[in-house]
């Protein structure tokens, strides 16, 4: 069995290189295709309407937007596969500098968030699952329609003014404060204190789907009939939800976990916006909106290298929890 | 927020904390005694967590230091990066140019020590201050500003430096004696003293180097008050005192830029005390107005919102018609409720705090008058109250850049101002590519323009009927053959009271004619911690920030600001 995961795996890294080929075809196509006009998204529109006309054609040359897209696309590719990722012609820095740089900050908050979000998802589906047809149950699934239906903008303006603002408990926002602790432990304390609203935000934004993941997943384990076996085995009903029933809702769960590593990476633009979170989904936003096309290329490659990664890494996970699947 | 407001919010948190508590002590229910009370010994403990970390005090603020919160990150520190003067009169404090700008605009020596301009304005001579080193401790010297005028006159460089083309004037730049640079120009224009305040380049580090690629965009090294420390992207900037300045020595030490997009944030950073200066929307002033420790600045910008018309095009073409519609249109209306009172109406191009500014162009908000002008135009009530003339209706589309909120606001008071008396307004919101690239000269938009530099600035391109039909210029296709003479006059003649009078007939004549229909001048709101003293406000350019806000806001003289 040990083998056939490790000939899976080989498979599976080969198909790397050309899906990531893809991607960035594709992202150069709709770059290209937008009815953006990258000139006066480089330069700002004060700048352009200024200018004569025969200067704008000058700044395309200069910028190597006169070329066409072929020429432009190959000569990307050429240097990226030399492990040059270009410098970003509105940051004026090496791409893969400054997605190494803005990365950390998009994980930590990523990971907090999302493990805060799967654990109190897990436990509230698992009471509410448990308790079908209680008051808890339907206080829970209530709620958490109101929370799946409330947008996460919403929920970071309303948690900064009432835990920052009013009551001044946490700071509004930002990783650290701006005159940065010097000691160890009270840097340490800050940058959690900074933490909290932003990773808590995240947290809701997704427990919705995955208190609901749990929920329907251990009711839909808890009709089958080795429940029933276990039942009849006389096990006590603690056993039975948390070593036969759980164990099994759990592998849909992991793909929902899966499903969620492109937005694990990829930095949610609206909280970090909102909390000044120096991550990767504000670049992402900013580049787009200045057609900053060598660093948005950039990005793709990245992101969908880890989420390719991710997935290899999910699909993995499925043999750990499950014995009975097997890659072929 | 009143008091009693925030009272009642602060209720309702604390409701919804119990809740959420009763919330978790129900799910605790049915389970074993003992993972009850484990749960509520780890909740415990977690409240007991974050009540521990909200004591802890933050490291006391240095008294010596400047905070300012941007909601933009500047994208490189490029000094030349933008549109022309409005880019270069506050300069990244790194840098130096030749003059710099005062409180009133007004060109002063910065670099230089003094200068002559020839009588026909073709020739500029400048004395450059002696013993001035650049940040790492080379010498400044006149090869430096050849260096610098030669790279933006060449136009080599134009994606770097955009308004290139704006030096193409200079014939030659010569070094007459080490401390003695000459300019000769190929034309006599009066507001060129301004590009003398371009940012000097050290010609040592950037000879021969790819402007386009270098890294020195994100550590410059410059002859300014101020030294480049650090730059955590996405976080902050730092700079600190040059100690070796030139210039009076700044009474800030650190200067630190941090960004946070929304504004929320930035008033929570301000309102902690992280911060000393941010800039907000003028309808936040009620939030912070009454906020303790915390002053709000209103500073007036050049900046006017008009209704741009295509004077050549059925029903503009007709003057009355133009004058009927800036008659009928409540400005003061717009200026309280889409600016919150902050600004100032406009009658013409150039704000009361100009020096060329026309006091005797005001006309009064008068819908009589204006049924009067359509009248005597030639339209009558149509079936449908809607004003009529030889079968075709008095109607048009009021275009508006959609993501521009306070320009949807005032096309929505244009529509209700002008259905008063018969003219059918439909408001539509565009992208700025579609209006910038589609409609400029053929719809009603509404516009935002303004200049608070010399009075040549923004408003030749305006109004010359040269520049009729080219994509930079003149947008209404405004033809008016005094006004040209009187542009072409102010621009040449260096008599500034000459200059003064050809402006103020300027704007008597524009005022008449209303190619466009100048609304409201706004103004730029701040608000800055009482901790700080030395804040001059001067009249603002066109367009937000630049540099993301490093330069061009009310922080322009930061290094005269004093903290207690």
């Given at each position: 069995m040990d083998r056939s995961i490790a000939v899976y795996i080989f498979r599976r890294v080969l198909q790397i290189p050309p899906l990531l080929f893809g991607v960035s075809l594709l992202t150069f196509l709709l770059f290209y295709l937008s009815p953006v006009d990258p000139v006066v998204a480089y330069l700002g529109l004060d700048t352009v309407e200024k200018m004569p006309p025969e200067d704008i054609v000058k700044v395309q040359q200069q910028l190597g937007l006169d070329q066409q897209i072929q020429v432009r696309y190959i000569s990307w590719l050429e240097r990226v596969v030399q492990g040059d990722w270009g410098i970003s012609y509105v940051k004026k820095r090496p791409v893969l500098d400054i997605i190494l740089e803005r990365f950390p900050a998009t994980l930590l908050l990523t990971?907090?968030?999302?493990?805060?979000?799967?654990?109190?998802?897990?436990?509230?589906?698992?009471?509410?699952?448990?308790?079908?047809?209680?008051?808890?149950?339907?206080?829970?699934?209530?709620?958490?329609?109101i929370i799946y239906s409330t947008p996460s903008f919403l929920v970071a303006l309303l948690v900064m003014l009432i835990f920052a603002i009013w009551l001044g408990w946490l700071p509004s926002s930002r990783m650290i404060s701006v005159d940065e602790p010097i000691t160890f432990w009270a840097y340490h304390a800050d940058r959690l204190?900074?933490?909290?609203?932003?990773?808590?935000?995240?947290?809701?934004?997704?427990?919705?789907?995955?208190?609901?993941?749990?929920?329907?997943?251990?009711?839909?384990?808890?009709?089958?009939?080795?429940?029933?076996?276990?039942?009849?085995?006389?096990?006590?009903?603690?056993?039975?939800?948390?070593?036969?029933?759980?164990?099994?809702?759990?592998?849909?769960?992991?793909?929902?976990?899966?499903?969620?590593?492109?937005?694990?990476?990829?930095?949610?633009?609206?909280?970090?916006?909102?909390f000044a979170w120096p991550g990767i989904g504000k670049l992402t936003y900013d580049a787009a909106l200045r057609a900053d096309y060598v660093l948005l290329m950039g990005m793709a490659l990245f992101t969908s290298f880890l989420v390719i990664l991710g997935n290899l890494m999910a699909d993995v996970a499925y043999t750990v929890l499950d014995p009975r699947i097997k890659y072929n | 927020m009143s008091a009693a407001a925030g009272d009642g919010l602060r209720k309702s948190a604390k409701t919804t904390a119990m809740l959420m508590l009763c919330a978790l002590m129900v799910d605790a229910k049915g389970v074993t005694e003992s993972m009850k009370v484990k749960r509520l010994g780890a909740l415990a403990a977690l409240i007991a967590c974050i009540l521990l970390l909200a004591q802890l005090t933050l490291a006391s603020a240095d008294e010596k230091t400047l905070n300012i919160a941007l909601g933009k990150e500047p994208d490189n520190l490029n000094p030349m990066s933008g549109s022309g003067h409005g880019e270069t009169y506050d300069m990244i404090k790194v840098y130096s140019g030749l003059l710099r700008s005062d409180e009133k605009m007004h060109m002063v020596p910065d670099l230089a020590e003094s200068w002559e301009t020839s009588a026909d304005g073709k020739t500029y001579t400048f004395h450059l201050k002696q013993g001035v080193k650049w940040h790492d401790g080379k010498d400044f010297s006149a090869e430096d500003v050849l260096f610098t005028y030669d790279l933006l006159r060449s136009g080599d460089w134009i994606a770097v430096f955009p308004t290139s083309s704006d030096y193409g004037s200079i014939e030659e730049v010569t070094i007459v004696d080490p401390t003695t640079v000459k300019f000769t120009l190929n034309e006599g224009i009066?507001?060129?003293?301004?590009?003398?305040?371009?940012?000097?380049?050290?010609?040592?580090?950037?000879?021969?180097?790819?402007?386009?690629?270098?890294?020195?965009?994100?550590k410059p090294i410059g002859t300014g008050p101020y030294k480049f420390d650090s730059w955590t992207q996405g976080e902050k900037l730092i700079f600190v005192i040059n100690p070796e300045y030139y210039g009076d020595k700044p009474k800030i030490d650190l200067l630190r830029f941090v960004?946070?997009?929304?504004?929320?944030?930035?008033?929570?950073?301000?309102k902690s005390g992280e911060v000393d200066a941010i800039k907000i929307d003028p309808r936040s002033i009620k939030t912070l107005e009454n906020a303790n420790g915390i002053r709000v600045y209103s500073m007036p910008s050049a900046n006017w919102y008009a209704l741009k018309l295509p004077n050549n095009v059925w029903p503009f073409d007709d003057k009355k018609v133009r004058q009927a519609i800036s008659c009928a249109i409540n400005k003061q209306l717009i200026l309280d409720?889409?600016?919150?009172?902050?600004?100032?109406?406009?009658?013409?191009?150039?704000?009361?705090?100009?020096?060329?500014?026309?006091?005797?162009?005001?006309?009064?908000?008068?819908?009589?008058?204006?049924e009067l002008l359509l009248a005597e135009a030639g339209f009558k009530e149509g079936s449908d109250g809607v004003l009529e003339k030889d079968g075709k209706k008095l109607e048009f589309e009021l275009y508006y850049p959609s993501s521009e909120t306070e320009r949807k606001d005032i096309a929505i008071v244009a529509k209700t101002d002008l259905e008063e008396i018969g003219i059918k307004v439909e408001p539509v919101g565009k992208s700025w590519d579609e209006l910038t690239q589609n409609f400029t000269m053929t719809h009603a938009i509404v516009n935002a323009f303004g200049s608070p530099f010399d009075p040549d600035d923004t408003n030749f391109r305006l109004w010359d009927s040269k520049f009729i039909g080219k994509k930079n210029g003149n947008p209404t296709s405004y033809s008016n053959s005094e006004v040209d003479a009187l542009l072409e006059a102010g621009r040449t003649t260096f008599d500034q009271e000459q200059r003064k009078q050809d402006y103020q007939k300027v704007q008597t004549i524009i005022a008449e004619d209303q190619p466009m229909v100048f609304l409201v001048f706004c103004n730029y709101i701040y608000a800055v911690s009482d901790k700080i003293t030395g804040i001059v406000p001067r009249n603002a350019p066109h367009g937000q920030g630049i540099n993301g806000g490093i330069s061009?806001?009310?922080w322009w003289n930061a290094e005269q600001w004093q903290k207690e």
């Open positions: 990971i907090v968030g999302y493990t805060m979000s799967s654990i109190l998802g897990i436990i509230l589906g698992l009471a509410s699952a448990t308790r079908e047809g209680s008051s808890l149950d339907r206080l829970l699934h209530r709620m958490n329609y204190k900074h933490l909290i609203l932003p990773a808590f935000v995240l947290a809701v934004s997704h427990l919705a789907v995955f208190y609901t993941y749990i929920r329907s997943s251990v009711l839909e384990a808890m009709s089958e009939d080795y429940i029933l076996t276990a039942r009849a085995k006389g096990l006590d009903e603690r056993t039975i939800i948390y070593r036969h029933a759980f164990r099994n809702a759990l592998l849909p769960f992991v793909t929902q976990i899966g499903l969620s590593i492109p937005y694990l990476i990829a930095g949610s633009v609206i909280i970090e916006s909102i | 009066v507001s060129f003293l301004e590009r003398f305040s371009a940012a000097i380049l050290p010609k040592h580090i950037l000879e021969g180097q790819d402007l386009s690629k270098t890294d020195f965009w994100q960004f946070a997009p929304e504004e929320t944030s930035r008033i929570g950073l301000l409720t889409v600016f919150n009172g902050q600004g100032e109406i406009a009658y013409g191009p150039y704000r009361s705090q100009d020096w060329v500014y026309n006091p005797d162009i005001a006309f009064p908000y008068d819908t009589k008058k204006a061009g806001e009310i």
